[in-house]
């Protein structure tokens, strides 16, 4: 597995925009996929956006046209541009790794996004 540290989230009004940053370490080559799921309270945890290096992205209804997911493949970090914000966007967000396809999931410690006037 991979150490991946995310940075970014904080506390933003509803229609904002936050962008979240992610730094994965311990791995030599490019990761194949990377991305980012959350979890609400009482709620399981779900995908947001992930992006292979196939350029395959897997984003929801609930966030399609709204999040932007891109990588530097280089460096083995991700980002997630988040545009209007709403409240059912409050959420951990989980950074995730996978080192090749059928890998098990590498995660980071989770960064708390709030939306909230």
């Known amino acids: 597995q991979v150490h991946l540290v995310e940075s970014g989230g904080g506390l933003v009004q509803p229609g904002g925009s936050l962008r979240l940053s992610c730094q994965a370490s311990g791995s030599a080559d490019t990761l194949f996929r990377m991305g980012w799921f959350r979890q609400a309270p009482g709620k399981q945890r779900e995908v947001v956006a992930t992006l292979t290096t196939d350029d395959y992205q897997d984003i929801p209804p609930s966030v399609r046209g709204r999040f932007t997911i891109s990588r530097d493949f280089a460096k083995n970090s991700v980002y997630l541009q988040m545009n209007n914000l709403k409240p059912d966007d409050t959420a951990v967000y989980y950074c995730?790794?996978?080192?090749?396809?059928?890998?098990?999931?590498?995660w980071g410690q989770g960064t708390q996004v709030t939306v909230s006037s």
């Open positions: 995730n790794a996978m080192r090749w396809l059928g890998d098990s999931n590498s």
